[in-house]
């Protein structure tokens, strides 16, 4: 399976003030293309400064990021944008989701915003949020929603410009066992579904175990091993 992304002799380091933290320190790290990879380690390890660059929303300080062979950072901010909003779909701890809107319509808000067809936005946001048990629920708001049916929504929009990569960080961090195992295989049903590449950021060994690899990271630095390892 070809790589999608190829991490050389990434750093990332950090000054405040007179100090300098070094979270990354020289990572090099290939993810197949259709693959699904969690990273695990300890909070502070540098699993969501990681997932940020690898999402080009901020810039290593040394070292490359290659998408499809093409060194990632050589872009402009502008393409760099335009590069998040049509190659990479986003889901976080926290699902930052418009109160004011409906599921539907909070799904088809990154579609609207790249200003594509809005009636075939409204259908894809539709099926996937079909998909993913909410058919029944589009016309709701955020409010009226469980904790788990939010997140359901912010997959869905993070799906709805059908992106090459999802990134997810601690996605269900702040959701019960048995609503987190409902995210879970919700995740595994749509990568499955539509072979998009996954790399999540998890402390869920039991969502890791099911991943095809797993990157802990530890002071800087990333060990691959195999989730039967976990």
């Known amino acids: 399976m070809p790589a999608l992304i190829e991490i ?8 405040t003030g007179s100090n300098t933290v070094e979270v990354l320190k020289g990572i090099s790290l290939d993810i197949a293309e259709g693959a699904t990879t969690a990273l695990v380690g300890a909070s502070g390890a540098g699993k969501s400064t990681l997932l940020h660059i690898l999402g080009a929303l ?6 490359m990021v290659l998408f499809r062979g093409s060194d990632l950072f050589k872009r402009s901010d502008r393409e760099l944008a335009d590069f998040r909003s049509h190659s990479i779909g986003f889901v976080f701890q ?56 939010q997140q359901r929504v912010a997959i869905a929009r993070a799906l709805v410009m059908e992106p090459e990569l999802l990134l997810a960080d601690e996605p269900t961090g702040n959701l019960d066992m048995k609503t987190s195992d409902a995210i879970h295989c919700s995740l595994a049903r749509l990568q499955q579904k539509t072979g ?7 402390h869920n060994e039991r969502l890791a175990a ?5 990157v802990r990271l530890a002071d800087g630095l990333i060990h691959t091993c195999p989730p039967e390892a976990l």
């Open 8 to 15: 050389q002799g990434l750093c990332k380091t950090y000054r």
């Open 58 to 63: 901020d810039r290593p300080s040394e070292g």
């Open 94 to 149: 926290f699902h930052h989701l418009l109160p004011e809107f409906s599921a539907l319509e909070n799904v088809m808000m990154p579609a609207l915003i790249a200003r594509r067809n809005r009636g075939l936005a409204e259908q894809k946001a539709a099926e996937l949020l079909e998909e993913l048990g909410l058919g029944q629920r589009l016309t709701h708001r955020p409010g009226e929603l469980s904790g788990g049916e």
């Open 196 to 202: 998009i590449t996954m790399v999540i950021v998890t």
């Open 210 to 214: 099911g991943m095809e690899q797993v």
